[in-house]
């Protein structure tokens, strides 16, 4: 009776507590909430024993040692949902965030008490324990807004016009469907390599999951573009001497 009265009580409380959040927040309340459930049931059993006349200090003392094994082997498990009780807290990621932790990158779908879920580029779902954040660096590319920098690099053969190329690869940027006007693309003369002219063309677009495609569909353009003009992207070269 009393487990029932506390199941209602619970329930009551957590519709009212979640009438006026919005959808993100509702999820991250009953992410933590589940977990207090079991706290509160536990409360709820040691004071029903006690009211029964069961005494627990010997119980406790007897199952000490078991209490150690099974906390020894739970400390993962504790560290995960201390982890997610700190993310849902100080909201370090919200769900749709795209992240990168341990060279994985994934789009958050779902915040649990326990893990996070997310989804790759190839969708392939990634479940991350939440004490990787404690143990690992957490990489947020849409903290600051949706908003990302990208870039492709490219070298030229030494007797390219370097100007040409300059305007060439500015051309591809701005008439790219995927890439933003606005901050506008640029192109670092970036080094005098060993076999080529070294360029990096520099450009921001608003989609990180679409970041391998852009690239990708860059470097095919670039490469047209160069061939068409006569420009020549060089390969490393050996020359052997033979002294008789």
Not at 43 to 62: K, M, R
Request: avoid cysteine.
């Amino acid at each position: 009776m009393i487990f029932l009265l506390t199941y209602f009580l619970l329930k009551v409380v957590k519709k009212i507590a979640t009438k006026k959040l919005d959808e993100e927040r509702k999820l991250k309340f009953k992410s933590v909430f589940s977990f207090l459930n079991y706290f509160v049931y536990v409360v709820v059993a040691l004071i029903t024993f006690q009211n029964f006349g069961i005494e627990l200090t010997g119980i406790f003392a007897a199952s000490a040692a078991l209490f150690i094994g099974i906390g020894l082997a739970l400390q993962t498990f504790f560290q995960d949902i201390i982890s997610g009780i700190l993310i849902l807290a100080d909201q370090t990621v919200h769900v749709g965030d795209i992240i990168e932790i341990d060279g994985k990158i994934g789009r958050v779908e779902n915040i649990k008490i326990r893990t996070t879920r997310a989804v790759t580029f190839d969708n392939k779902v990634l479940i991350i324990p939440n004490h990787k954040y404690l143990t690992s660096t957490l990489f947020n590319w849409t903290e600051n807004g949706t908003v990302l920098r990208g870039s492709v690099s490219v070298g030229v053969d030494y007797n390219s016009d370097v100007e040409k190329v300059k305007e060439i690869l500015l051309e591809i940027a701005d008439s790219h469907p995927h890439l933003m006007k606005n901050p506008t693309p640029n192109v670092i003369f970036k080094n005098f390599g060993d076999n080529s002219l070294d360029f990096q063309l520099i450009f921001t677009y608003n989609n990180g999951f679409r970041v391998n495609l852009i690239e990708s569909d860059i470097r095919f353009l670039v490469y047209k573009r160069f061939k068409e003009n006569n420009i020549n992207i060089p390969f490393p070269q050996r020359v052997v001497h033979l002294q008789k």
